[in-house]
């Protein structure tokens, strides 16, 4: 089965610290996913990477960063967190593949909340 | 901009019924679609996915259809049980990148 770890399922941080949320997947796949999710706003895409050291901006990347030094590995940074970005944040992974195969694998997600 | 709704929002039905959610979406140039179930609190976990070229897709109890020209979606669920209650997204892919964009969202509850 694949596995999609996030390293926290809740975190309480306060306003102006740096946080790091942090993503491993198990099955070798070539994408990984960072989103967050909000009541009434559904699922947003904050950032997405195809590969080692690639990266691009999903819809909401603004206050965030992210880095992807191996393959396995999909970390999302908060420069400096702010009382809005308290939500729960997905992170997900899927193989560079055609077909049903390319489905995407979620992890359990991390709730953070900024004080 | 491609945009995702699902209706309704919530719905309770008694143990035992069929019933039948919806996803409808605005571009349909997309390269896939899939249904996800989401637990309180919990990840999401993908339940069917259907190619563009796709009309349908069956597990079990579930059965998901396809209609791109009018850019909507249906998951089909068959004598529900409590252990289905949950929240059911549905999402696009706008291309081959796994980009997905979602649904709000279809929270169910099944009574016993």
């Known amino acids: 089965d694949v596995k999609v770890t996030q390293s926290s399922r809740y975190l309480v941080k306060r306003t102006g610290e740096k946080v790091f949320l942090e993503c491993v997947q198990d099955?070798?796949?070539?994408?990984m996913f960072w989103y967050r999710q909000d009541p009434g706003l559904g699922l947003r895409l904050i950032y997405f990477s195809y590969d080692v050291k690639m990266k691009e901006k999903g819809d909401i990347p603004e206050g965030y960063s992210v880095s992807r030094e191996k393959k396995e590995r999909f970390s999302l940074i908060l420069e400096s967190a702010s009382t809005n970005q308290t939500s729960m944040y997905l992170c997900?992974?899927?193989?560079?593949?055609?077909?049903?195969?390319?489905?995407?694998?979620f992890g359990a997600g991390t709730r953070l909340s900024v004080l | 901009k491609q945009e995702v709704t699902q209706i309704p929002a919530a719905l309770s039905v008694p143990e035992g019924e069929n019933l039948v959610l919806n996803c409808s979406f605005t571009?349909?140039?997309?390269?896939?679609l899939q249904w996800f179930r989401q637990d309180p609190g919990k990840g999401l976990t993908s339940l069917l996915l259907?190619?563009?070229?796709?009309r349908e897709q069956t597990s079990g109890r579930l059965n998901a259809s396809l209609d791109k020209s009018s850019g909507r979606s249906t998951l089909y669920i068959a004598a529900s049980q409590p252990g289905d209650s949950a929240t059911y997204l549905c999402a696009v892919s706008p291309s081959n990148t796994g980009k997905l964009i979602f649904g709000q969202g279809t929270t169910l509850q099944v009574k016993p």
């Open positions: 571009d349909s140039a997309i390269y896939n």
């Open positions: 997900a992974s899927n193989p560079l593949t055609q077909g049903v195969k390319s489905i995407q694998y």
């Open positions: 259907i190619q563009s070229s796709q």
């Open positions: 099955m070798d796949h070539e994408n």
